[in-house]
């Protein structure tokens, strides 16, 4: 219901017979303004396809801005206590160990790891940025160790913190798994050809469409080959069930990020476009599976 393919499918098809849709940019901070811009822009006129559409449309359309926020998460709020941020990103890697969907990102990324193993020749080099606890980043790196998936897997966070936690973890259960802290909108100290996937799971939809083009940008400046964004289906049924689930951790803050992450989630048209912009191309692919959105995006040298 929250996809609105399409009204959304029109509202682009309009934007691009009016003018250069998505947006040209020169530079970084030009990339992050046009991508912004360029979904605001699909959401207005997303709005006025579906009032012309009929109430149907138009009900859906105002259903998914009822809900749609830019409001913060608890865990990123800046003058959070240090250990309640850590056991709110605890909280969010036992829940994923609880519903198993580790296992779930580790099929989605596996064919490309082994993929690119073959090609080159070697193992595969994976940066998972924005980690938290490192919950997925281990969980690669216990298949590298016990089913000797042919990878090297580092894991990162712009909070020093979560990459301690997250190293001592991987020491504490012999993981070969190395942690980081690199800010994802920059990626400094970054060496270019470092990495063959840049990877960020869980996290999209706390960052603007202007942040994740340039980190999408960042990753093909680096010389990734590819980057894989894996997070929540934007859809009703999240709603109730992402702040649901949460609520079994006992930790009220962490069930109302859960709600807020959902309301946040993007649709595939959105990501769609965040790609366009970010590569000035259309090789990305978004796919699934449910409860799931995956946008994987192949990177080229310009």
Avoid at 16 to 23: H, L
């Amino acid at each position: 219901m929250l996809q609105l393919k399409t009204t959304g499918h029109k509202a682009i098809e309009n934007l691009r017979k009016r003018s250069c849709f998505p947006p040209a940019w020169n530079d970084i901070a030009e990339l992050q303004h046009a991508t912004d811009h360029a979904l605001r822009t699909f959401l207005e006129e997303r709005f006025r396809v579906a009032k012309k559409s009929g109430p149907g449309y138009l009900l859906s359309e105002l259903f998914d801005r009822s809900v749609r926020t830019t409001e913060t998460e608890h865990m990123d709020l800046p003058g959070l206590d240090v250990q309640k941020k850590i056991d709110m990103i605890i909280a969010l890697d036992r829940m994923n160990s609880m519903l198993m969907i580790y296992g779930q990102y580790l099929r989605i990324i596996e064919p490309h790891i082994r993929l690119l193993a073959r090609q080159n020749g070697r193992k595969t080099k994976i940066l998972e940025i924005a980690a938290g606890a490192g919950g997925l980043a281990l969980a690669i790196a216990a298949s590298i160790r016990d089913h000797g998936l042919p990878a090297e897997i580092t894991g990162s966070d712009i909070q020093e913190e979560y990459a301690a936690y997250a190293q001592q973890c991987a020491r504490q259960k012999m993981l070969p798994a190395r942690f980081m802290v690199i800010d994802a909108l920059q990626m400094e100290h970054i060496p270019e050809g470092r990495f063959d996937i840049i990877l960020i799971s869980q996290s999209l939809h706390h960052f603007t469409p202007g942040q994740l083009a340039v980190m999408i940008r960042r990753s093909q400046e680096k010389g990734a080959t590819l980057f894989l964004g894996i997070d929540g289906h934007r859809g009703p049924e999240m709603l109730a069930g992402v702040p649901a689930i949460a609520m079994l951790q006992g930790i009220k803050d962490f069930m109302l990020d859960g709600y807020t992450s959902a309301r946040k989630f993007y649709s595939e048209l959105e990501l769609d476009l965040i790609a366009e912009t970010a590569t000035r191309q259309r090789t990305h692919t978004i796919s699934g599976p449910w409860p799931l959105t995956v946008l994987t995006v192949p990177l080229t040298n310009d």
